[in-house]
């Protein structure tokens, strides 16, 4: 699986919109690019994926760039809640089945009231 | 409820002492693994299932078994636990989506010491 670099950390005011970008320039053409999110000490939870084209669910929106080699989660309205280390991480989607899967050590993101 | 389940969620144990992380998962998911957590490390995963009685190695195995004998459940047992071992472990499983693509689903977490 191809390797993301994201920044350590970044602030954010309520209510505006939070972009979080991840560096992945080794990407292949079948990786797709993964977004979890980790409040605290919980289990990481699910965002968003994507492979080319731009996803949005009811969560945050994900923009990839047309070469792919980077993309931004987008969470448009952040409040104090979405204070936590979001994880950016590609993998391999195939038949043959899921393989071992790196994190890394994801953004902090501190939503500021 | 969908949902994933570790056990226990806070050990203390000692140095050399077997001990066994138990998981379960009632989505019918082919696929589990299990994580640790350190600080400034991020998660690293340690072992992984595709299926009953398949199981596989992550980045950080050594000191660590598994084993796969349901689908429900994927244990972790540590045989001789050391003082580097202390951690705070995730145990997740997923399915296939369209496309197979996976997302996974994370359990509550277990926080081990072992002195």
């Known amino acids: 699986d191809a390797k993301t670099t994201q920044p350590t950390s970044m602030d954010c005011a309520e209510g505006r919109a939070a972009n979080l970008p991840c560096n992945h320039s080794?990407?292949?053409?079948?990786?797709?690019v993964y977004w979890y999110r980790q409040i605290h000490s919980q289990g990481p939870q699910y965002i968003i994926h994507?492979?080319?084209n731009n996803e949005t669910n009811e969560m945050a929106s994900l923009i990839i760039t047309e070469d792919r080699k980077s993309s931004t989660l987008i969470l448009p309205h952040a409040t104090l809640r979405d204070t936590a280390v979001y994880y950016c991480?590609?993998?391999?989607?195939?038949?043959?089945?899921?393989?071992?899967?790196?994190f890394g050590t994801g953004t902090k993101l501190q939503v500021i009231p | 409820e969908a949902q994933v389940t570790q056990n226990p969620r806070y050990l203390i144990t000692v140095t050399g002492k077997k001990l066994t992380v138990t998981c379960s998962q009632n989505?019918?998911?082919?696929?589990m693994s299990w994580y640790r957590q350190d600080p400034g490390l991020g998660l690293r995963q340690i072992y992984y299932?595709?299926?009953?009685?398949?199981?596989d190695k992550g980045d950080v195995p050594e000191g660590y078994k598994v084993s796969r004998k349901e689908k429900r459940n994927f244990p972790l047992i540590l045989e001789s636990p050391s003082p580097n071992q202390t951690s705070l472990y995730f145990c997740?499983?997923?399915?296939?989506?369209?496309?197979?693509?996976?997302?996974?689903?994370f359990g509550p977490g277990t926080r081990l010491t072992v002195t």
């Open positions: 299932s595709m299926n009953v009685e398949v199981t």
């Open positions: 991480i590609v993998r391999v989607g195939s038949s043959g089945g899921y393989q071992k899967v790196t």
């Open positions: 989505m019918n998911h082919e696929y």
């Open positions: 997740a499983s997923s399915f296939r989506l369209a496309g197979e693509i996976y997302e996974q689903y």
């Open positions: 080794t990407i292949s053409g079948n990786e797709y």
């Open positions: 994507g492979l080319k």
